[in-house]
């Protein structure tokens, strides 16, 4: 009883902030409070001897619950802002305290939230932690399941369409398939001559820990020529897609997910390429190949 008022109390205490991400993430108060209650129901499933911080692993929490609904969103093609702007954060359908939802749209603005609704899932989550909340990025990348340079790259990417400096054209997303496209054919051709060319000098492959077990051999490597000489007659089974918003590669094995490849851009170069085996976080995506 002791430690379940404890652990109420820390909760309670933390209450207000959690409730602040999940809604910068969600943009619905009634999402962003369900999200804060599962929080709640998985910290009283925990080992709560075990944990150092309770306020930064209910945050995690709460990002990666925010996360997962992002992505059914997206799968389900849903807004949460299906109404006339004067009308959505007002919505009395979607809460029971509609001057509540007025309130927390306002803290936030209303324009914003639109904005971020255009964002992929994990570029909305960098952004919202590391910029709203000023979590570090080698924080965060766990979260998204990416590297802390590929996570600061989203959080950059997220940060210059909220500003409005960059809406990225149709054009842009046709070149980047370009670009994959001629990278799987590189790689399957052996040709490192090609891959060099489509590759960022300082380019970062961090694999995650199932896609090391997955395969023994592979490792983090650093520098377009070890990249290059990494992928030199591979990607055999590997599909371009669009993953959760987000370009990069899909293997699948008899019609089962294996491993993911996603890709962070540097203008036309491939500067990022994150390897994901996770199963739940496999779970958890949605792709389209193309």
Known sequence: MIEENWLAGEFEANREHLSAVAYRMLGSRAEADDAVQEAWLRLGRSDAGTIDNIGGWLTTVVARICLDMLRSRKTRREEPFDLPIHERVADVSRTVDPEREVAFADSVGVALLVILERLAPAERVAFVLHDMFDLPFDDIAPIIHRSSAATRQLASRARRRVQGKTDVPEADATRKKQI???FLAASRLGDIKALLSILDP????????AAMQYNPSVRELR???AVAETFKGRAQAAQPAVIDGEFGFVVAVNGQLRVV???TFNGEKIAGIDAVAD??????LKYELF
Do not use: K, R
């Not at 300082?202 to 820990?209: E, G, S």
């Open 202 to 209: 300082q380019v970062v492959f961090t694999p995650d820990a």
């Open 180 to 182: 994959i496209n001629a």
């Open 279 to 284: 199963a739940e976080f496999l779970g958890s």
């Open 223 to 225: 520098g377009a020529d």
């Open 261 to 263: 490849l996603l890709l």
